[in-house]
């Protein structure tokens, strides 16, 4: 026997309005519905077009009078649902005996599949399904796979971002499904920290999934280590770009207010203003606040609460991400710690070296080779100067070994009473000098007679014939001076 009006009744509802005053629904109680899931207006389509699990999981997590919603409470919006998509049924031109109607909270309807989870009674077809892998959308170690989400959940999280901004993200700030499906899984399903790697978290999904660096370690197994590439962002303005897709994420997802957003967007803005030389350090110090202390910041806030203490007014523990984001933005010893005293000691001592935290400075002492990458993988302008002078240096030293070696060995021939003119070392006759010089390779003639393609070049320079012969006098063989100017002319 069903429990729903009677279709005649529901046939003439108009609005959602409508429908509550058919079904005696208070006010109060639809707010704290609406609440969780966004306010469809009077639109019984969209209410109608709301998965049952996420009926579930709203009426779950509404709050009425400062507590959750008793079995009578969850039952009367439960109906609100129902009726809405009996009424898109009977409007459609079907008939009231053929409506299949669903109790969200039936066996066979309350594990219907959520994001990331198969179909109940899926039967795989033999070959590998798509999957998404959590590593490629949210978090390089994750390891995990979940499934893509349907489309009327997809809708729905659309519809929550356009009802709270009153418009549609740009393209370039638009997350994809399955960057969508992979937060939701997150915090939603396993109420883990909105945190995304910023390095796999790109605006244009897949399409510039290879365009950023960052360098990683892994351990070989003789105490040393490997580095490899992973993407990363390697300046404020891919980060930005990374950030505001996680933005319009958030907000479709209801995981943190925008006001809480944009705080802390501001706060590394405003650091990367401040040392525009150490970016180096600021990602990694927001890396670690979004991986690390967000989930510290929540499990503190829920034991005072817990405990009677004193927390911010606007904390609840279904909803931690928007005051935990907040204070972390305002944690002004965090980010000195991490980003503004190593900057401060990386320019006392000249800029020199690369600036590092204390806590990564101790991280380095136990993972050889980690103060090695992390020079590599900021790659700052500061760092390329130095090798460029020290590659100049090592030149002009290599230079001046050679032309040492080159008069140490001239003054041993000469010192050599058996070495002279015509004596069978390439000379052609009295007063016409040699061909060759004591080591039997070619004298360059253009040079020594100071006419040619040669001419007029310093001693030790390259050779311009096609032939490349020794630039050295043809009467002494020294390489310091031509023909001319030889003391035996």
């Known amino acids: 026997m069903s429990i729903l009006p009677s279709g005649e009744d529901v046939r003439a509802l108009q609005d959602i309005a409508g429908a509550a005053r058919l079904l005696r629904l208070p006010p109060t109680l639809w707010d704290a519905f609406t609440e969780q899931v966004g306010n469809p207006g009077q639109d019984l389509r969209v209410l109608a077009a709301l998965p049952a699990h996420v009926v579930v999981h709203a009426i779950g997590q509404a709050q009425l009078a400062g507590h959750g919603l008793s079995a009578v409470e969850a039952a009367h919006v439960g109906l609100m649902w129902r009726v809405s998509r009996f009424h898109l049924y009977l409007l459609k031109g079907g008939s009231v ?26 039967k795989s077809s033999g070959l590998k399904e798509k999957v998404l892998k959590m590593s490629n959308l949210l978090d390089q170690t994750d390891d995990s796979e979940l499934m893509p989400p349907d489309v009327q959940t997809v809708h729905s999280w659309s519809q929550r971002y356009l009802q709270l901004m009153g418009d549609f993200p740009n393209e370039e700030e638009e997350p ?26 790109l605006p244009f999904g897949r399409r510039a999934l290879k365009n950023q660096k960052l360098r990683s370690f892994f351990p070989v197994g003789d105490g040393t280590y490997v580095a490899r590439d992973f993407p990363g962002p390697q300046n404020f303005l891919q980060w930005q770009a990374s950030w505001k897709v ?13 006001a809480s957003l944009m705080t802390y967007e501001k706060v590394i803005e405003k650091l990367t203003v401040q040392w525009p030389k150490n970016w180096n350090l600021i990602a990694h110090a927001d890396d670690k606040a979004r991986a690390e202390r967000l989930e510290r910041l929540r499990r503190n806030l829920v034991i005072d609460w817990k405990e009677g203490k004193s927390v911010p007014s606007d904390f609840t523990e279904s ?13 002004e010893a965090f980010w000195s710690e991490q980003v503004r005293h190593p900057a401060t000691s990386w320019l006392a001592s000249g800029g020199r070296g690369v600036p590092m935290a ?75 000098g ?4 004591q080591t039997g390779d070619e004298i360059c003639f253009s040079w020594a007679k100071n006419s040619g393609p040669c001419a007029g070049l310093s001693p030790g320079s390259e050779c311009k014939s096609k032939v490349k012969r020794t630039h050295k006098c043809m009467l002494c063989f020294s390489p310091g001076h031509t023909n001319e100017q030889c003391h035996k002319k």
């Open 97 to 122: 005996d053929d409506f299949m109607d669903v109790d969200p909270w039936e066996p066979e309807t309350s594990n219907r599949p959520q994001v990331g989870v198969p179909p109940q009674g899926f």
């Open 176 to 201: 994809t499904d399955a960057q969508m499906a992979a937060l939701d899984k997150r915090v939603n399903q396993m109420g883990q920290a909105p945190y995304v790697d910023m390095g796999v978290w």
């Open 246 to 258: 996680f933005r319009v994420a958030a907000i479709s997802l209801d995981i943190c207010s925008l």
């Open 319 to 331: 909803k931690p991400w928007s005051v935990c984001s907040r204070l972390i933005a305002q944690d």
């Open 358 to 432: 204390s806590a990564e400075a101790l991280a380095s002492a136990h993972f050889p080779g980690l103060a090695e990458g992390h020079e590599l993988e900021t790659g700052g302008s500061g760092d390329k100067d130095d090798r460029r002078r020290q590659a100049n240096r090592d030149k002009r030293i290599a230079k001046r070994k050679r032309l040492q070696a080159d008069r140490e060995e001239l003054n041993r021939w000469r010192s050599n009473p058996s070495h002279s003119k015509g004596s069978g070392s390439g000379g052609k006759g009295k007063g016409k």
């Open 434 to 437: 040699a061909g060759r010089d």
